[in-house]
């Protein structure tokens, strides 16, 4: 599946949990702009309409919340 990057975050890597019906995202992304420094990892969830969908994973990594600390 090819994501462009977008806000400076390359996709790496997809998450899919169904709870009550829905359909969650848990995107994990590289934050490209460190500029040879470590590379940070950026995690972002977010409901989508289909599974392995590059529009609804996009639009997870654009307008998605944070979920660094969810188990």
Wanted: with cysteine; net charge negative; aromatic share 14%.
């Amino acid at each position: 599946m090819e994501i462009p990057i977008v806000n400076n975050l390359q996709f790496k890597r997809v998450d899919y949990r169904v709870s009550m019906g829905k359909t969650y995202a848990f995107v994990t992304c590289v934050d490209v702009q460190s500029h040879g420094h470590a590379k940070n990892e950026k995690k972002y969830w977010g409901e989508v309409m289909f599974m392995n969908d590059p529009d609804d994973i996009l639009n997870v990594m654009e307008y998605g919340s944070h979920w660094d600390y969810l188990p």
